[in-house]
């Protein structure tokens, strides 16, 4: 079954993306999801949460959990180093951080840029994946980020 974009997410897939880097992979996000950009700094880890919530900041005075999407995504491990950020996003009307490998530049893709996400069997979830964005013959995985989370991990986040 091939995946199509109905047309009010192709609308708002049209927007700017920031755009970062997990390993050799680009991904992007609605840059009106974006709050800051952080230099990655320590954490306060908190005891009994799935490994990929790698604990919590203090943010001017609010608690904001933390998750590690490369972890998040099962991909190999990373050291943090000097481009390692913390991106600060509304998800899902919460303010929740990402830790990524590097953030790379603001691009807005054009409709006849964007292809729709890939299909895979029933048992891998995309639905967090909006689109596929086409610049310069290599492709930015562009995400929904109120979708990154199941209701599951969402509830866990918020216990934090």
Do not use: C, W
């Not at 880890?45 to 959990?65: D, E, H, Y």
């Not at 048992?123 to 599951?152: H, P, Q, V, W, Y």
Request: aromatic fraction near 8%; avoid cysteine.
């Amino acid at each position: 079954m091939k995946k199509s974009i109905d047309n009010s997410a192709f609308k708002e897939a049209k927007t700017q993306y920031i755009t970062f880097e997990l390993g050799s992979e680009t991904y992007g996000i609605p840059i009106l999801k974006l709050i800051e950009i952080i230099a990655f700094r320590e954490l306060t880890r908190i005891p009994n949460v799935p490994s990929f919530v790698k604990g919590i900041l203090n943010l001017r005075g609010t608690a904001v959990p933390v998750i590690d999407l490369r972890e998040h995504f099962h991909l190999p491990s990373a050291p943090y180093n000097n481009y390692t950020v913390i991106m600060i996003l509304d998800m899902s009307g919460r303010t929740i951080g990402l830790i990524v490998d590097s953030v790379k530049d603001v691009v807005s893709f054009g409709e006849n840029q964007l292809r729709p996400p890939p299909s895979f069997n029933s048992g891998i979830n995309t639905d967090f994946i909006k689109a596929m964005g086409e610049k310069d013959n290599k492709f930015a995985i562009l995400l929904d980020i109120d979708r990154l989370l199941s209701d599951e991990e969402l509830n866990v986040v918020d216990g934090v």
